[in-house]
């Protein structure tokens, strides 16, 4: 699971921390890794919680994989409209590369948390970290794809 810390002391009229800190782990580097496994090559736009029911159960259990739209990893999905179609993320060009091992990202990111309004990205923490240094090992796409796929 994502661990989360606050990073500043709480709201005096809610008491809720104003400001939240994830750090990319392993759960979330692997949610990337099986979206772009279902979305198959072009980046085609996967609905995570109906492809992780019929292919991949156990990827229900990790609910924070929109967090990685604050990497720049993944995107909603978008109607022919502009409008965003819900439940639908699509892997952006910075995840490809990121997870084919191409590029890095910042290991945390702090966001806002707010009540009324959805959380917004802040700013970046820690060191870049590539996806084996996430996953503290050698990743094999084609064996995720294939397990994933089938």
Known sequence: MVRKTVDRAPCPCCGKPTL???????????SLAFIEAVGGPGQSEVN???????????RLCVKDYA???FWGLIEKALRADGSPKRGF???TDEGLSFLLGMSK????V??????STLPERVRFD?????????LDT???????RLGWTT
């Open 48 to 58: 995570f919680i109906a492809a992780a029911k019929a292919k991949d159960p156990a």
């Open 138 to 144: 050698k990743v094999n796409l084609d064996e995720l």
């Open 20 to 30: 939240q800190r994830y750090k990319l782990d392993s759960e979330l580097a692997l």
């Open 105 to 108: 990202v910042p290991s945390m």
């Open 89 to 91: 993320w699509k892997i």
């Open 67 to 69: 967090l990685l739209r």
């Open 110 to 115: 702090v966001t806002t948390r707010r009540a």
């Open 126 to 134: 820690g060191a870049n970290v590539s996806i084996e240094e996430v």
